[in-house]
């Protein structure tokens, strides 16, 4: 029976929700993001208002859709399918009302369409099994071994420690610690076999006598109930409507058998225990952002680990032992183990050696053995890591080549249907920090891609996304090495800012947890702080990674420096953010000077010419070449405005102009900003300059006479485009299966909605 003031108490939560996100209350900015958090909470204390939550849910979704309130539909829709996952016993009804509204959006655009659709399909799976959107979920997040459903997920968190301060990391290593306690192997397994008996023999039985029953049982009995019942689940998803009957039947057979088995004198203490059964937070990793190779160590780890329990995940920042000879070591020295393509047998089965005969001396180490052997006398040929499906499957998303739009791309499908072997495996990596944070994921990402260009180890079995919390605090901390004192940055975190813009839900959630994180790290611990009521950050973060799976792509865009000394090779970079040339001071010596001469105005500036392909809102280019006399010039990649989102850089120029007065000839500073996606700039008076990468002091090159900036391509695309340049001498067009790859490097950011058009 429905409580009136549980009720009003969910609608009042709903529409301060709405409120929030139409920005109506600014005196509590402080708090944004914690109406969501606190809804959902609501739902943990007492699961059985969930169909009460989801039935006010529904009708301000039909309104909004009424109403044409299309800014509400995606939040509500998160809030929604979230609350479903966790409650049980939801009426059919709601299903339908959900699922027929998650139909209607198929008629809208982008990313509308994509979230519906996605969201019908685990609508009609969960209304068709009830439970199993739980079920695989704690499974493939926990890592638990079965081989019913061998998908396994882990968030690996990256912090910089020049970026967050000591305090900061400890505060998320403890509350990952304190979220480990609630959730190991044992556990979990337990809340996915209690789900499957809620969600099949619903109220015929007490959770919590059930809960005693098992905590009763060994763990080999538990791990035997997990398989049947993962096995249970798996055969009827895959019969659908047909096997649910079944599934029933499995499914009571295996609490029968429980019961038949369990003793009399079971103590049922558990009084304190939520009645509910909890959704435990999923495999978080944290790690300190030291090496270079870091990420791409820790996702081959990932992927050639055994399932293992969450209390063995690594939360030190230094690396275990470990040897990395076997694993592609270099670009080029990516050699595996091969077979052998000589032999100097026969090849007829009688010329072989025999069991009892002697091993040559050459082949007595272990090492060399399987390094080296004979597959009987056929060299089989496997899938080629150069083909379309291999060098598609970690490009961005995309299956070809950009169509030449402006406009930034969003939403990308996770469909992959060229794919040759199924990905089993998926790494979500989360960043911390500011925008210097990102062009080090950018480098990251793009030596990743290089890897996996050459030879093709982690993509071909490993789904990797990206998130990003921005994280600032007031006092940014520098590294002891800095040299070069960074100009007064306005926008420390402006990918953020602009995925705020397009993503309103993603300002609401994550973007409130830039100078939230740090003031919670500097706030003392309470005694209650390791119950699993308390750990908001990680819950924030988890519902991230669940629900923020609409990509956002931002264009890499690569640098080449030349430098005043000759000596030097020039240098090759990427950014995706911004990069700031600053002239150097230049004084002239007045040695030289007539005494009687007065000398005249010295103009600040250099000279510069700018070669550069104008971007016009028609998709075309335009030639041109301009000299003027600068102080100084910023590119931006992130557009300030989502009127104008088109994927090129903004320069801004600081201009000197001169001008004449009757006090005599002076000058004027300009700024004028071009786009363009192509530019190169030197200095007509061979004066060198400073550039800085994504506002960062640790990336500044100096001495600097002349720059290169374009889209940084795919080192796949680049490598078949290499290929076919040698043989057919033609680089006009593209040719084999460079025109099948997308050319340009896009780093995709995962949000809740992608972009709202």
């Not at 100097?344 to 399987?370: K, Q, V």
């Not at 970690?394 to 791309?409: D, F, I």
């Amino acid at each position: 029976m429905e409580n009136p003031e549980v009720e009003s108490d969910f609608l009042r939560s709903v529409h301060a929700l709405l409120r929030e996100l139409d920005g109506h209350h600014p005196a509590f900015q402080s708090e944004r993001g914690m109406l969501r958090w606190t809804l959902h909470k609501k739902i943990d204390r007492n699961p059985s208002n969930g169909s009460l939550l989801i039935r006010i849910l529904v009708k301000e979704l039909e309104r909004a859709e009424r109403c044409n309130y299309r800014q509400y539909i995606i939040p509500l829709l998160h809030t929604l399918m979230y609350t479903l996952i966790k409650a049980p016993f939801i009426p059919d009804s709601l299903y339908e009302r959900v699922y027929d509204f998650c139909k209607k959006l198929l008629t809208l655009p982008k990313p509308y369409c994509t979230i519906g659709l996605d969201y019908a399909r685990q609508l009609k799976l969960e209304r068709t099994i009830p439970g199993i959107l739980y079920q695989q979920m704690v499974s493939a997040e926990q890592c638990l071994k079965n081989d019913s459903f061998p998908y396994q997920e882990k968030v690996f968190m990256f912090a910089d420690p020049d970026l967050l301060s000591v305090a900061v990391c400890r505060a998320f290593i403890d509350e990952i610690k304190a979220a480990q306690t609630f959730q190991c192997a044992r556990s979990c397994m337990l809340y996915v076999i209690e789900r499957a008996f809620q969600s099949v023999l619903k109220e015929q039985y007490d959770v919590r006598d059930l809960h005693s029953l098992l905590q009763a049982k060994p763990l080999d009995v538990i791990e035997h109930c997990f398989q049947q019942v993962m096995a249970a689940i798996e055969h009827a998803g895959r019969a659908m409507n047909a096997g649910y009957s079944k599934y029933v039947e499995e499914v009571r057979k295996i609490y029968n058998t429980l019961l038949s088995t369990s003793e009399e004198d079971v103590q049922k203490d558990e009084a304190e225990r939520s009645p509910g059964i909890p959704l435990p937070n999923p495999r978080i990793s944290f790690h300190i952002w030291r090496d270079e190779d870091q990420l791409w160590k820790e996702l081959v780890l990932f992927l050639r680990s055994p399932s293992q329990s969450c209390e063995q995940d690594s939360l030190s920042p230094e690396l275990d032992s470990f040897e990395f000879q076997d694993l592609v070591p270099d670009f080029d020295c990516c050699e595996q183990t091969r077979f052998s393509v000589l032999s100097n047998d026969s090849g007829i089965e009688r010329d072989l050696p025999m069991p009892g005969d002697e091993i040559p001396s050459f082949c007595t180490t272990e090492a060399e053995h399987s390094r080296l052997q004979r597959k009987g006398c056929i060299k089989k040929k496997g899938a080629s890591v150069d083909s379309i499906p291999f060098l598609q499957s970690g490009c961005s998303g995309q299956g070809v080549k950009p169509t030449g739009k402006l406009h930034r791309k969003s939403g990308g499908s996770t469909m992959e249907p060229m794919a040759v072997m199924k990905r089993l495996h998926t790494a979500r990596v989360l960043v911390l920090g500011d925008d210097r944070v990102l062009g080090r994921l950018a480098q990251a990402y793009y030596s990743l891609r290089k890897r996996e260009s050459r030879r093709a180890f982690l993509t071909r079995r490993l789904k990797v996304e990206f998130y990003y919390v921005p994280v600032v605090e007031e006092q940014p901390i520098s590294s002891p090495a800095e040299e070069y004192a960074l100009p007064d940055q306005t926008e420390p975190c402006e990918l953020a800012a602009y995925l705020g813009r397009v993503d309103p839900w993603y300002e609401s959630n994550i973007n409130t947890l830039c100078h939230m994180i740090p003031k919670l790290a500097t706030m003392p611990s309470s005694p209650s702080k390791t119950a699993a009521s308390d750990l908001f950050i990680i819950d924030v973060i988890a519902y991230y990674v669940r629900l923020g799976l609409q990509p956002v792509f931002f264009q890499v865009y690569a640098v080449k420096l030349h430098f005043s000394n000759v000596t030097l090779e020039p240098i090759e970079d990427i950014f995706i953010i911004e990069l700031n040339i600053t002239l150097d001071d230049f004084n002239p010596s007045t040695d030289n000077l007539p005494v009687k001469k007065k000398p005249a105005t010295e103009v600040p500036g250099t000279d510069l010419t700018l070669l550069y392909k104008k971007v016009l809102l028609s998709n075309r280019e335009k030639d041109e070449t301009v000299s003027v006399r600068s102080t100084g010039l910023v590119m931006k990649a992130i557009p300030s405005n989502e009127i104008e989102d088109l994927v090129c850089l903004s320069v801004n120029i600081a201009e000197v102009v001169k001008t004449s007065n009757l006090s005599g000839r002076s000058y004027a500073m300009v700024t004028n900003t071009i786009r363009t996606r192509n530019i190169a700039l030197r200095s007509a008076e061979q004066r060198s300059f400073t550039v800085c990468l994504d506002k960062d002091s640790r990336r500044v090159y100096k001495n600097v006479i002349s720059i290169e900036v374009f889209p940084c391509l795919e080192p796949s695309y680049c490598l078949q485009k290499t290929k076919a340049k040698q043989a057919t001498l033609e680089e006009e067009e593209d040719v084999g299966l460079a025109k099948y790859l997308p050319k340009s490097l896009l780093l995709p950011i995962n949000t809740f909605a992608g972009i709202i058009q």
